[in-house]
């Protein structure tokens, strides 16, 4: 039974858009009709103004913190651990209370990875950071961050169940950018400086 109940567990609360709740409820607009399209915090200092956006940002972290600590406390397979994680994210990114139009997933993978190692999350982040110190463009730094944190965990000899989750975690926001390549992502990534 577990092996169904974690991963919808999963999904259902990655699904829940607190971006597109919260910008419709304080500015009466769908975060997702400006600034990146996405229905995430960055998005919503856009729309909303930093202290909306900080607060979408801890939403989005609890909907992968959440389901992923509960499952791990609980002595279910890894399996199913990974699998709960890893629908967090499809969740956020294709949430089913959205009309399946979300955001990019890197706040809700990091609540994975902060519920199963904080260490893991604390490279993550560090990584996030540099990537965008270094390309100075958000979205490239989260795909890139999606990309790399698996194998920066591995480098750095983490290579617990946090691994895995990254593993499956970056693999969901690394496709989440291939799905949406199209002319307005080209422009996004080629363009824009």
């Not at 103004?49 to 900080?54: S, Y």
């Not at 990114?93 to 009309?99: D, L, N």
Request: charged content about 10%; aromatic content about 12%; some cysteine.
């Amino acid at each position: 039974m577990t092996t169904f109940l974690f991963p919808l567990l999963g999904y259902l609360s990655g699904s829940l858009p607190f971006s597109v709740w919260i910008t419709r409820l304080v500015k009466g607009v769908d975060v997702r009709d400006g600034g990146s399209g996405h229905a995430g915090a960055t998005n919503t200092i856009r729309q909303a103004g930093f202290g909306w956006g900080a607060l979408v940002f801890v939403l989005d972290l609890s909907k992968g913190f959440i389901p992923i600590y509960l499952a791990s406390r609980i002595g279910i397979p890894a399996y199913v651990i990974i699998a709960a994680a890893v629908c967090a994210v499809v969740g956020h990114c294709f949430p089913v209370f959205a009309q399946f139009r979300g955001g990019m997933g890197l706040a809700t993978a990091g609540g994975c990875l902060l519920a199963l190692n904080p260490l893991s999350f604390l490279v993550s982040i560090g990584l996030l950071i540099l990537c965008v110190l270094i390309l100075r463009h958000a979205a490239r730094a989260s795909v890139l961050t999606g990309i790399l944190a698996a194998p920066a965990l591995w480098i750095l000899n983490i290579r617990d169940l946090s691994f895995w989750a990254a593993m499956g975690v970056g693999t969901v926001i690394a496709l989440r950018f291939l799905i949406n390549w199209n002319r307005q992502y080209r422009e996004l990534w080629l363009d824009r400086k």
